[in-house]
């Protein structure tokens, strides 16, 4: 079933919350999940 011609013009012009771009978001994601991986190498690193 087709979208309304609308609601896809609004689902497209959709902007994410707290950034201009999807790639902000997307950027904050990648930052943070490397944020984990140097944790969760610093916790091996220490615990070993």
């Given at each position: 079933?087709?979208?309304d011609p609308d609601k896809e013009?609004?689902?497209l012009r959709?902007?994410?919350p707290f950034f201009r771009r999807w790639s902000g978001?997307?950027?904050v994601v990648l930052g943070f999940l490397?944020?984990?991986v140097l944790l969760f190498y610093l916790?091996?690193?220490h615990y070993r």
């Open positions: 079933m087709p979208l013009r609004r689902i959709d902007r994410p978001v997307y950027g490397a944020f984990l916790f091996t690193r």
